[in-house]
């Protein structure tokens, strides 16, 4: 995507050679030793090309081209000034020296670039060797000492412990550790353990403590639905789930630092933030002055179900939405608690992808959440996910009884936990998302976002074009064409008569060139990316500031698909985790994601000047309805109706 060199490098050259060539000479004509003389050439040199670049690539030459063609200008004539003194007062031509700087500015790029190459390809070579087609899905090669690494558990601490990695709590003081730069408290409890009695409770703030704990591992995943493409399955699951992660810089500075919170994906019943993908590490080290947290949350028949016809159910009234307050309450304990890491409390922004991206739009229409964040980037999530009735939540309950055996609530509450998840993975079909109780959640999302429910915040909204084969990747071939399969059947349930019609028609085309699973699958996909773009619709009409990203990229393996995992690893800079999932990371891409995810952390406008990021053009990135589409490693801001559906009974629906 970056250019090789650009005039701005090219101008640079022109004042470094100065430095150089003066360096040199003058050195010289006062009789220094050779040696000094090479270093006097080469400190003028570096000093003049660091002065000379803060210039060319500052935000006030790069705004404006005619900013850009003044300074340009004014290097040229400066440099034959120059030139043109030396030549006659001290018999040195610049010329020679200019020549070396463009050389090195043309030829080392290009070695570069060259370099690169051999190293992808060598990347993708391994993951072709390994991955093959694809068909089998997402494929890790675990070692037995990363897994044993993964899993092990922090301790309390009895006596010394090192100050300079350690921050006090109000609920405890917490030692982490330094890793790739950057101080990571891991495992760090955000509520009461959610366990014995407070099985299927909402959660309990911890009370005030001076104890002195480990936090340099990750805490239990939640306890989940096992799928055959989950990285997670080697991490230990614990019904005690309830933990977050924090990245921060090593620099310790007096000003408080803006706080990035990452909800992990999913579809509710899987996932955590164990997975390498979602790592924070890369990310706060090229940007140390962001806070990174990141959390669990209760998953499945833990998280999301519906025990009020239960005998004994009465007891447990949250149980519906319980992996939602379990997010409020991890919020809330950064909000208490992150200024002791150097966050600001009230410079949060939200990032989530999946079940995490839908979390975020249904906590920004909740009063219960309000306040808690001001920014919010989501990915491949959208109210629709909340759509189930409490009719389904509770069918599910009825369901898990008969799967264990009981009766009552208390009988349930006697299970082991092994018996509950055994029933859980049996029951995954049935598992349910949140759902609009019209108390925790508004009973319509859309309608009121539109009625401006999540007013105050600032949204961009991702849209993956490829996804359908990202969840093939992680289920299973089987558990895709029963996904797939029900999904349709419950998208007839919201279709009127003349919407119903268009996909009807649509399908029996599909199905004339492919088979049915396939054209199913490219309607769920349609139907989905249609459900994000009325998200963001109602937020626009709401009064909430929205900017919507349209991921086109295409798979290095047509089988693994390219959405959510290829953008969070662009996002948060993991690419060695995205060779783990079968692809390779464009780094310049994955740069220029970074610094407008960085400008939106930060309250920018979502612009690039030329060459703010060296070699890459400006950028406007436009408010909705028009998006910023990711296609080939390029970035353009466009309308995308037209891309998201083929059926134009979806998009009214979409749209009206």
């Known amino acids: 995507m970056k250019k090789l060199f650009t005039i701005d490098d090219i101008m640079v050259s022109f004042i470094s050679a100065l430095g150089y060539g003066f360096g040199a000479a003058i050195s010289k004509l006062l009789g220094w030793p050779e040696l000094l003389c090479e270093g006097a050439s080469f400190l003028l040199g570096m000093g003049l090309n660091a002065v000379i670049t803060r210039i060319a690539f500052s935000k006030a030459v790069q705004k404006k081209t005619m900013n850009r063609v003044i300074t340009y200008v004014l290097v040229f004539l400066i440099f034959l000034a120059a030139h043109a003194y030396s030549v006659v007062w001290m018999g040195t031509s610049m010329l020679n020296y200019l020549k070396d700087q463009i050389v090195g500015v043309v030829g080392m790029p290009i070695l570069g670039f060259f370099v690169n190459l051999l190293i992808r390809w060598y990347q993708i070579r391994k993951i072709r060797k390994r991955y093959g087609d694809g068909s089998e899905g997402f494929v890790f090669d675990l070692k037995e000492k990363d897994i044993e690494a993964a899993n092990k558990q922090n301790q309390q601490i009895f006596g010394k412990y090192d100050d300079h990695c350690a921050v006090r709590t109000r609920t405890g003081v917490y030692v982490g550790a330094n890793y790739e730069n950057t101080m990571n408290y891991l495992g760090i409890p955000y509520a009461k353990p959610p366990v014995g009695g407070r099985r299927w409770k909402a959660p309990e703030p911890l009370p005030e403590s001076s104890a002195v704990f480990e936090a340099k591992y990750f805490g239990a995943s939640a306890i989940q639905v096992e799928h055959k493409g989950s990285i997670i399955q080697k991490h230990r699951q614990s019904e005690d789930c309830l933990t977050l992660n924090i990245g921060v810089g090593l620099d310790r500075t007096e000003s408080k630092k803006p706080v990035l919170v990452l909800f992990h994906p999913g579809d509710f019943t899987c996932g955590g933030s164990v997975d390498p993908l979602l790592y924070g590490y890369h990310f706060v080290s090229e940007h140390p002055d962001v806070v990174f947290v990141s959390f669990n949350y209760r998953l499945g028949i833990f998280g999301f179900i519906d025990f009020s016809e239960i005998p004994g159910g009465d007891a447990r009234p949250d149980t519906l939405n319980l992996g939602l307050l379990d997010q409020i309450a991890a919020l809330k304990w950064i909000k208490e608690n992150i200024a002791a890491f150097g966050g600001d409390p009230d410079r949060i922004t939200v990032l989530g992808f999946e079940s995490g991206a839908s979390s975020i739009l ?92 999540a007013s105050g915040i600032d949204f961009v909204i991702g849209i993956p074009s490829n996804e359908m084969q990202v969840f093939r990747s992680l289920v299973g071939n089987q558990k895709y064409m029963e996904g797939i399969f029900a999904a349709v059947t419950e998208m007839r349930n919201y279709m009127n008569d003349a919407t119903a019609g268009a996909v009807q028609a649509y399908m029996e085309a599909q199905t004339a060139s492919s088979n049915e699973l396939e054209a199913k699958s490219k309607l769920v996909e349609q139907w989905l990316a249609l459900c994000i773009y009325r998200g963001a619709a109602r937020l626009k009409e709401g009064g909430n500031q929205v900017h919507l990203l349209y991921w086109a990229e295409k798979p290095l393996i047509e089988n693994l698909g390219s959405g959510t995992v290829d953008a969070a690893a662009a996002l948060l800079g993991n690419g060695d985790a995205l060779q783990m999932y079968g692809s390779v990371m464009n780094a310049d891409l994955s740069e220029t994601l970074q610094r407008l995810l960085l400008k939106m952390i930060n309250g920018e406008p979502l612009q690039l000047y030329t060459n703010e990021i060296r070699g890459v053009d400006a950028l406007d990135w436009k408010a909705f309805p028009r998006a910023l589409i990711v296609s080939d490693g390029k970035l353009q801001c466009d309308i995308i109706e037209d891309r998201i559906t083929e059926v134009k009974g979806l998009l009214d629906f979409a749209v009206q």
């Open 362 to 453: 249904l906590l920004g229409a909740s009063g219960r959440a309000r306040g808690l964040f001001r920014k919010a980037f989501v990915f491949n999530g959208s109210p629709a996910a909340a759509y189930d009735t409490p009719d389904a939540a509770r069918a599910l309950a009825k369901d898990l009884l008969k799967e264990t055996g009981t009766a009552t609530m208390d009988e349930l509450l006697a299970l082991k936990t092994e018996t509950l998840k055994d029933a859980a993975q049996r029951l995954w079909q049935n598992m349910c998302a949140p759902t609009c109780d019209g108390a925790l959640i508004p009973a319509d999302v859309y309608q009121a976002c539109k009625m401006g429910a």
